[in-house]
């Protein structure tokens, strides 16, 4: 709830030791999830004395505004330094916003060195393999960043509320998710992972969009209305999964995600933060100009 990503968002200010990631809506380190008790409307981290939407929403858009021109620097120096990567892993309900956030936050990095993986049903080859194995290929090499709109996490979310597997199969993965995101942190990638949290409503709200808007239309998928009955397992699924794979190295963020302007400051905030933590530095060139004839 508010008060409690208050306390949260108090810490950001606080100095980061190099390597660490922020604090900014990032889930506490050790218990349960409770999806219920984190409001989806939440604007913390956004104040203004009359907390008016339309100031609050002014003042969240100046600020994305400010953090994507930050984060265009940053990523160039991580792509300079090409020592380090970033891996972002978004999830979210279906109308959550992942693709919002891709084009309101993400979009302005330089494509060079962030590449976006959007992960659909496995194919039948996909399927021939261990489930990391779509995902290990799509993982940011040494100056990059990747951005995967679902990822591996669907492996213990679609496919637990399906029965795709048996259950023993899926219950074995949060360690081996767990275990793979370490190797991975251990050869130099900082891993965020975002889950976009909306309200039910909020998701009729926009399907109802999807369908009213011709220039929506298309994005509108009977499937969805399918997934929408299973809401509840839906959210039982995501309580677990980032309970159980909200580790030190790649620790879960939810986002307050039933304001958009909100969702997309918040997520540039946390990139921001992870970046500067980061701190990447070129390398130091080793030629002046009074060495050359021009
Ligand atoms: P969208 O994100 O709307 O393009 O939809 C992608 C679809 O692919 C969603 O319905 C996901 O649940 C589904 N999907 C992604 N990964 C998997 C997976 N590992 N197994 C089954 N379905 C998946
Ligand atoms: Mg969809």
């Known amino acids: 709830m508010d008060s409690r990503f208050g306390v949260i968002v108090r810490s950001v200010a606080?100095?980061?030791?190099?390597?660490?990631?922020?604090?900014?809506?990032?889930?506490?380190?050790?218990?349960?999830?409770h999806l219920s008790r984190i409001d989806p409307r939440s604007t913390a981290g956004v104040s203004v004395p009359s907390r008016d939407d339309e100031a609050l929403k002014e003042v969240a858009e100046q600020r994305l505004k400010e953090n994507r021109d930050t984060l265009q620097k940053l990523q160039y120096r991580l792509w300079a330094e090409n020592k380090?990567?970033?891996?972002?892993?978004?999830?979210?309900?279906?109308?959550?916003?992942?693709?919002?956030?891709?084009?309101?936050?993400?979009?302005?990095?330089?494509?060079?060195?962030?590449?976006?993986?959007?992960?659909?049903?496995?194919?039948?080859?996909?399927?021939?393999?261990?489930?990391?194995?779509r995902i290990h290929q799509q993982c940011p090499a040494k100056g990059e960043i990747a951005v995967f709109n679902r990822s591996h996490y669907e492996d213990v979310l679609v496919v637990r509320v399906h029965g795709l597997v048996p259950e023993p199969v899926w219950r074995a993965r949060y360690e081996t998710i767990n275990a793979f995101e370490k190797s991975l942190a251990d050869s130099g990638t900082t891993i965020v992972k975002l889950f976009l949290h909306i309200s039910?409503?909020?998701?009729?709200?926009?399907?109802?969009?999807?369908?009213?808007?011709p220039e929506k239309?298309?994005?509108?998928?009977?499937?969805?209305?399918?997934?929408?009955?299973?809401?509840?397992?839906?959210?039982?699924?995501?309580?677990?999964?980032?309970?159980?794979?909200?580790?030190?190295?790649?620790?879960?963020?939810?986002?307050?995600?039933?304001?958009?302007?909100?969702?997309?400051?918040?997520?540039?905030?946390?990139?921001?933060?992870t970046l500067?933590?980061?701190?990447?530095?070129p390398p130091k060139g080793t030629f002046t100009a009074g060495q050359f004839k021009f």
Request: glycine fraction near 6%.
């Open 14 to 33: 606080a100095a980061l030791p190099s390597g660490m990631t922020t604090n900014f809506l990032r889930v506490p380190a050790r218990g349960l999830v």
């Open 276 to 281: 500067e933590a980061m701190d990447p530095k």
């Open 217 to 273: 239309n298309w994005k509108f998928n009977e499937g969805d209305i399918a997934e929408r009955k299973k809401w509840a397992s839906y959210q039982r699924a995501y309580e677990e999964a980032i309970a159980k794979c909200n580790t030190p190295y790649a620790p879960w963020h939810i986002i307050p995600a039933d304001r958009k302007w909100y969702r997309n400051w918040a997520v540039s905030e946390i990139l921001v933060k």
């Open 200 to 213: 039910k409503a909020e998701q009729k709200e926009r399907l109802l969009a999807r369908l009213a808007d």
């Open 84 to 133: 380090r990567s970033l891996l972002v892993v978004m999830q979210g309900m279906d109308t959550s916003g992942k693709d919002g956030v891709v084009r309101h936050v993400i979009a302005g990095m330089n494509p060079e060195g962030c590449k976006v993986t959007s992960f659909k049903k496995p194919s039948e080859i996909e399927l021939d393999h261990d489930f990391l194995w």
